[in-house]
């Protein structure tokens, strides 16, 4: 172990010259224009023979094949590193660049599912069609591995002594999105103005867990910040943005500096949204989402919509209020980082499986309204409308020869700080699991990072149903969830002399 940890860190941006295809709804878009830059951010840690670089990109997700790609990019250029101590997250943006994905080996997805029981009859119509100036999938895996992969060599070679301090502060940005009614029944996205609504199904975190970084003068480089909320406040928008992240990052710089780094990092927030469904605002914006519809909504004193750009303001104006308060306190306790343990753990959870009752049941609903329809075509209206019974029956022929699958969970310790990272949309109970029961003075939680297996909801949402919930939705239930739980705090254990 060397006598303290070097730091190094680097931003990359890579927001296209071209239009490309936006990933993270059913209706396809194409970019119209750049609202905000997206990056990749890099932290490197080097304790000689501890040592991790975390990538966070202004993605919707970080998929196996990036991850991979990623690190076989950077062998040749930082020998030095070990490539498996690499960490790509995401800040789950639905305003970034669409790339070819994969995570299960073998799995067809639920539209190969959907287009196999069309009619040949029944075209599907692309909401947005792609013509020969918009980027394709695969150049663009191509293009995210190159400019990922510079961030983490440019960090890891710019690392020196320097100091840090740990804070915390609060924004109030993610809230629960499903709404539970009186007959035990869920919806994520759901109306809350009914007589039939109960309760949300979960709470929120507005904790913010924050690392500033100094170098060996005192002088701030950079900050980490962590926070319960996944990137969403434009998410059905037809631009490049990097959300209330980017907006927080450009208030940060004003006041601590353009030279500062933001590394965003988010918590365990699959049930969790900026918007606030009890006190519902109304988009200026069309969302285009079968699943987000009010009836004559109420005007509402509260936050703007955050589904808007004013609201992605809002949010970012939030985290960066308390990122600039909580330095006053930080540059008081600034010290040197003496421990570095890392280990990235290969962990395996049960597949979330489907009944034959259930898959008789999908495969009669997509029967029913191919037969039914009087249309020759479809759209992502129908494709998110079948996508739970294509996603069953794809799921129930995956099972007959997967029981199992494998996820890459990374745990680390730094000085009094804990760090656990999951592949998942991971539903907050989780989450707050672990900080409850984990040894350190603080503890880091960071969903989608190195895969993106979908949703891992509780046991309580999958009895509520609806996305999120279904068996669709995600890799693994809540038995995988209880799984990784107790895996984690015995790492964290372990590494903390528990």
């Known amino acids: 172990m060397a006598e303290t940890v070097k730091i190094g860190w680097a931003e990359v941006d890579f927001t296209p010259n071209q239009r490309v295809k936006l990933c993270g709804q059913f209706a396809e878009r194409i970019s119209e224009y750049v609202e905000t830059p997206v990056t990749a951010t890099a932290l490197a840690l ?10 966070s990109t202004d993605l919707v997700a970080a998929d196996l094949n990036l991850l991979l790609a990623v ?34 080996p073998d799995a067809g997805g639920s539209l190969s599912v959907l287009r196999k029981y069309k009619p040949a009859e029944v075209t599907y119509v692309d909401n947005a069609p792609a013509d020969s100036d918009v980027m394709t999938d695969d150049e663009a895996l191509v293009y995210l591995t190159g400019k990922i992969a510079e961030a983490a060599v440019l960090a890891w070679k710019s690392r020196k002594a320097g100091m840090y301090a740990n804070e915390f502060g609060r924004a109030a940005v993610g809230m629960c999105r499903r709404a539970v009614y009186d007959d035990g029944t869920a919806a994520m996205w759901g109306d809350t103005d009914t007589p039939n609504f109960d309760h949300l199904e979960s709470g929120n975190d507005s904790g913010l867990e924050l690392i500033y970084f100094f170098d060996e003068a005192g002088k701030l480089t950079g900050v980490l910040a962590n926070l319960a909320c996944p990137a969403q406040a434009v998410q059905h928008r037809k631009f490049i943005s990097s959300d209330f992240w980017g907006k927080a990052k450009i208030l ?31 988009p200026d914006s069309d969302l285009e989402d079968p699943n987000i519809v009010r009836v004559n909504p109420k005007k509402r004193k509260a936050d703007p919509s955050m589904f808007d750009i004013q609201g992605s303001w809002k949010a970012g104006r939030r985290i960066a209020h308390e990122i600039i308060d909580c330095f006053e306190e930080a540059k008081e306790e600034m010290r ?22 259930e898959k008789k049941e999908a495969e009669k609903a997509l029967k029913e309204f191919f037969r039914d329809r009087k249309s020759d075509t479809i759209n992502f209206y129908d494709s998110a409308a079948m996508h739970v019974y294509a996603g069953t029956i794809e799921r129930y022929e995956y099972q007959q020869k997967h029981q199992t699958f494998t996820i890459e969970a990374h745990c680390m310790k730094l000085d009094d700080i804990a760090f656990a990272t999951n592949p ?38 999958e009895r509520g149903g609806h996305y999120s919930a279904y068996v669709s939705s995600g890799t693994t239930g809540h038995e995988g969830g209880d799984l990784y739980v107790r895996e984690t705090l015995a790492t964290l254990k372990e590494m903390f002399g528990e």
């Not at 000689?48 to 990538?55: F, L, N, T």
């Open 336 to 357: 040197p980082l003496k421990c570095l343990v890392h280990k990235n753990e290969k962990m395996i959870l049960p597949l979330r499986q489907v009944t034959i009752t």
């Open 71 to 104: 690190r076989e990019a950077i062998k040749p250029q930082i020998p030095d590193f070990d490539p498996e101590m690499l960490m790509i997250s995401a800040i789950h943006t639905h305003t970034s660049i669409q790339f070819t994905a994969s995570n299960l």
């Open 424 to 461: 998942f949309e991971l539903f907050l109970d989780y989450g707050n699991k672990i900080r409850a029961m984990s040894p350190a003075e603080q503890t880091i939680l960071v969903q989608l990072c190195n895969g993106s297996f979908g949703y891992l909801p509780t046991i309580r949402a």
């Open 252 to 282: 940060m710089r004003k006041e601590l500096g353009e030279d500062v780094y933001l590394l965003p990092l988010c918590a365990p927030a699959g049930c969790q949204c900026p918007v606030d469904l009890i006190r519902w605002v109304e």
């Open 46 to 55: 080097d304790a000689g023979e501890q040592q991790a670089i975390m990538v």
